[in-house]
T-cell receptor, first 113, second 112 residues
Framework: AAGVIQSPRHLIKEKRETATLKCYPI?????VYWYQQGPGQDPQFLIS???????DKGSIPDRFSAQQFSDYHSELNMSSLELGDSALYFC????????????FGPGTRLTVT | QKEVEQNSGPLSVPEGAIASLNCTYS??????FFWYRQYSGKSPELIMF????GDKEDGRFTAQLNKASQYVSLLIRDSQPSDSATYLC????????????FGGGTRLMVKP
C-alpha cells in the first residue's frame, strides 16, 4: 500500500538559513499533520491541515509556516534556522476528521550547523 | 505533569514471553488511543488503536482501555527480538483538535 512520502530525507542547513520540507499524504487522505521529534523525545505536534485549511496549531514557532495545496500535499517552511531546530520532522496523514488514525511518513532529518 | 505518561523502561522480556506496556493519561475528554512502534531513527508505525473500553486484539497484540481509570495498555504475546523498539502511546481528544499527544515511550528489549 502507498505510504506517506516526505522529501528530502536528510537536510543540512546553516544557522539563519531557510528550509522547505515536503509531504505527500497517502492517496485519498485529506488531512496532514506535522510533528517535530528531538533527540530522545517524543513527537511534538506542530500544525495540521484539513482540506487545505489550517485545522489545528501546536507548538510551532513563528519562524515556521506551512500550507496544504490543492493536491493535498503540504510544505513546511522554516526560516531563520536555529541550532535547536535540528530534529526529525514527521508528516502524518489521515482520512479527514472521520477517522483518527494517523500514518507517519519516514521523516526528514534536519541538521542545523 | 505530562498529559500522557509511560514508564521509559527499558522493559526487558525473554523471547516468547508476554510484554506488557502501560500508559496513563490525564485528559478525561480523550477519546482515541493509539500505540505506535518506533525503531531508532525511524518513523512511528501505527500498530493498534482503540476507542472503546475493553480489549481489542490483532494478531499478537492486544490493546486494553479503561477510561474510568484513565489507562491504556498494550500486550505483546510471544515476544520476538524484532519487537525490540520504543512503543509510543498516543492520545487524541477530538474536541480539542485532531492532534496526537504522545507519551515519552517505553523502550522494549526482547532477549533471545
Amino acid at each position: 500500500a502507498a505510504g506517506v512520502i516526505q522529501s528530502p530525507r536528510h537536510l543540512i542547513k546553516e544557522k539563519r538559513e531557510t528550509a522547505t520540507l515536503k509531504c505527500y499524504p497517502i492517496p485519498r487522505h485529506d488531512t496532514v499533520y506535522w510533528y517535530q521529534q528531538g533527540p530522545g523525545q517524543d513527537p511534538q505536534f506542530l500544525i495540521s491541515f484539513y482540506e487545505k485549511m489550517q485545522s489545528d496549531k501546536g507548538s510551532i514557532p513563528d519562524r515556521f509556516s506551512a500550507q496544504q495545496f490543492s493536491d493535498y500535499h503540504s510544505e513546511l517552511n522554516m526560516s531563520s534556522l536555529e541550532l535547536g531546530d535540528s530534529a526529525l520532522y514527521f508528516c502524518a496523514s489521515s482520512l479527514g476528521p472521520v477517522t483518527y488514525e494517523q500514518y507517519f511518513g519516514p521523516g526528514t532529518r534536519l541538521t542545523v550547523t | 505533569q505530562k498529559e500522557v505518561e509511560q514508564n521509559s523502561g527499558p522493559l526487558s522480556v525473554p523471547e516468547g514471553a508476554i510484554a506488557s506496556l502501560n500508559c496513563t493519561y490525564s485528559d478525561r475528554g480523550s477519546q482515541s488511543f493509539f500505540w505506535y512502534r518506533q525503531y531508532s531513527g525511524k518513523s512511528p508505525e501505527l500498530i493498534m488503536f482503540i476507542y472503546s473500553n475493553g480489549d481489542k486484539e490483532d494478531g499478537r497484540f492486544t490493546a486494553q482501555l479503561n477510561k474510568a481509570s484513565q489507562y491504556v495498555s498494550l500486550l505483546i504475546r510471544d515476544s520476538q527480538p524484532s519487537d525490540s523498539a520504543t512503543y509510543l502511546c498516543a492520545v487524541n481528544d477530538a474536541n480539542a483538535g485532531n492532534m496526537l499527544t504522545f507519551g515519552g515511550g517505553t523502550r522494549l528489549m526482547v532477549k533471545p
